[in-house]
C-alpha cells in the first residue's frame, strides 16, 4: 500500500480492535480510545468491522496511514497495546498508560 507523507495522510492513527464484536474489554478499550483521541485533535480511524485481522491489517496499511495501534487481549491482559508506523515493518509493545506521551513524541 501507500505510504503517505504524515501532513497528507487520510488519518492520523488507525485503531485496529480485533474481536471487536466478541470481547467486551476490547470493545471497551477501543471505544474510549478512539473518544479520547479524537477529542485531543487527532485523525482516527477506528476499523470496528468483523473481519480476520489480516484484512484489518492490510485495509490500514491500503489506506497508507501513518501509525497503527492494534488492541487484542493478550496485550491487554498485560496492560498493553501493539504500535506500527506505516515506515516500519516493526512493532512495539507500549503499556497503556504510556499511549499519549508516545503520541506527542511521534506526531508532534
Known amino acids: ?21 466478541k470481547s467486551h474489554r476490547v470493545r471497551e478499550l477501543a471505544d474510549k480510545l478512539y473518544k479520547d483521541l479524537t477529542a485531543q485533535g487527532y485523525e ?27 488492541i487484542n487481549e493478550t496485550n491487554l491482559d498485560e496492560g498493553n497495546i501493539e504500535y506500527q508506523a506505516r515506515r516500519s515493518k516493526e512493532t512495539e509493545i507500549l503499556p ?10 511521534r506526531l508532534y
Open 1 to 21: 500500500g501507500i505510504v503517505w507523507p504524515e501532513a497528507m495522510a487520510p488519518f492520523q492513527i488507525a485503531l485496529l480492535p480485533l474481536h471487536y464484536q
Open 44 to 70: 482516527v480511524f477506528m476499523d470496528d468491522r468483523k473481519e480476520r485481522p489480516g484484512i484489518l491489517f492490510a485495509s490500514a496499511d491500503l489506506l497508507g496511514i501513518p501509525h497503527r495501534f492494534v
Open 96 to 105: 497503556l498508560a504510556r499511549i499519549n506521551e508516545f503520541l506527542r513524541e
